[in-house]
């Protein structure tokens, strides 16, 4: 069964620009979640999809965005880059989340932003 | 709030040596998950266990044990016999239930410690 995949898993941008990071969930699971790790602030939830909705939103700017298609792969948007928008990026897949038992969270390998 | 203290920064321990991480947490909801994670140096959070606030046995797998305590809010992580393929950086996290409204079923994550294993 695999994983969760992240693409691309290395990128370098410019101050300004915009970019756009993709996440294909393991088969069958309908959450995608993304967060954002810094050296300085840690993993920290930016925010959840779950069929095609928005259910959960962290603390971050409006520049920070997503979407999720009707297959469950989800993308994440940045736009204006800042210097402090260099992390790693990590995409996190579940059925259910919600649910009253709680459910397991696996997470891809990540991307690795970097803003010059 | 949920919060989640991993208090340890960094252990270093000789290969087969025992190690305890440490794991404290806060939340009011009722209904909470408990977990860990591994962070190895490509940086995948590769899971480890969950556990839900109402299911207080230890568990055991193989090398791993996990000791939860909703009395002290502790969850700590323990290596038995540690190999230099454990080295990495071990998360843990808490998610709510309470549907107490935005953001009740994100992971809060600890800051994390990084353990190193010497042969």
């Known amino acids: 069964k695999a994983g969760v995949t992240q693409t691309p898993r290395y990128l370098i941008k410019t101050r300004g620009q915009q970019v756009t990071l993709s996440c294909s969930p393991i088969s069958g699971h309908r959450s995608v979640s993304w967060y954002q790790q810094t050296p300085g602030q840690g993993l920290q939830f930016l925010f959840e999809?779950?069929?095609?909705?928005?259910?959960n939103k962290g603390n971050f700017p409006g520049r920070f965005s997503g979407r999720q298609f009707s297959n469950s792969r989800s993308e994440m948007n940045v736009s204006t880059l800042e210097l402090g928008d260099s992390a790693l990026y990590l995409c996190a897949s579940s059925y259910d989340p919600h649910s009253l038992l709680g459910d397991t969270i696996y997470f891809g390998e990540g991307s690795w932003l970097t803003v010059v | 709030a949920q919060k989640v203290t991993q208090a340890q920064t960094e252990i270093s321990v000789v290969e087969k040596e025992d190690v305890t991480l440490d794991c404290v947490y806060e939340?009011?909801?009722?209904?909470?998950?408990l977990f860990w994670y591994k962070q190895p140096p490509s940086g995948e959070l590769v899971f480890l266990i969950r556990r839900n606030s109402f299911d207080e046995q230890n568990e055991i797998s193989g090398r791993y044990s996990w000791n939860f305590q909703k009395s002290t809010s502790s969850f700590n992580f323990t290596i038995t016999a540690s190999q230099v393929v454990d080295s990495a950086v071990y998360f843990c996290?808490?998610?709510?239930?309470?549907?107490?409204?935005?953001?009740?079923?994100?992971?809060?994550f600890g800051k994390g410690t990084k353990l190193s294993v010497i042969p």
């Open positions: 996290a808490l998610s709510g239930a309470s549907g107490s409204g935005a953001g009740s079923y994100q992971l809060t």
């Open positions: 939340t009011r909801d009722t209904t909470y998950y």
């Open positions: 999809y779950f069929s095609e909705t928005q259910r």
